[in-house]
């Protein structure tokens, strides 16, 4: 579920972005315009800023302590394992060349 929140917040963004750049301005209304991107740009790093905290502090709330058992175990057993695959399939080829 929140990965289509994010989704539809960064095409919402995007959408923004490319009004933003796509709109020809005249020279006159050079410095209007420039002001008023200037603030829009503050208002949509602000809102960014705000999400990046909210979801972050998500995280740090749903965290489990038993994750990290869990990843050094995988890890561990991962390296265990190819490491006897390597010597298994050194050991087949082997015995399918045999004396050469």
Known sequence: MGTRYFLALFLILLVLGFEV????????????SATLFSQMQES???????????????????????VDMICDTYNKNTAAVTTYAKIFTDQVLSMLNGEQ
Do not use: H, N, V
């Open 21 to 32: 750049q796509g709109a020809p301005t005249p020279q006159q209304d050079e410095a209007a």
């Open 44 to 66: 949509l790093l602000g809102y960014w800023d705000t999400a990046k905290t909210t979801a972050q502090d998500l995280y740090r709330k749903t965290y489990l302590p038993s």
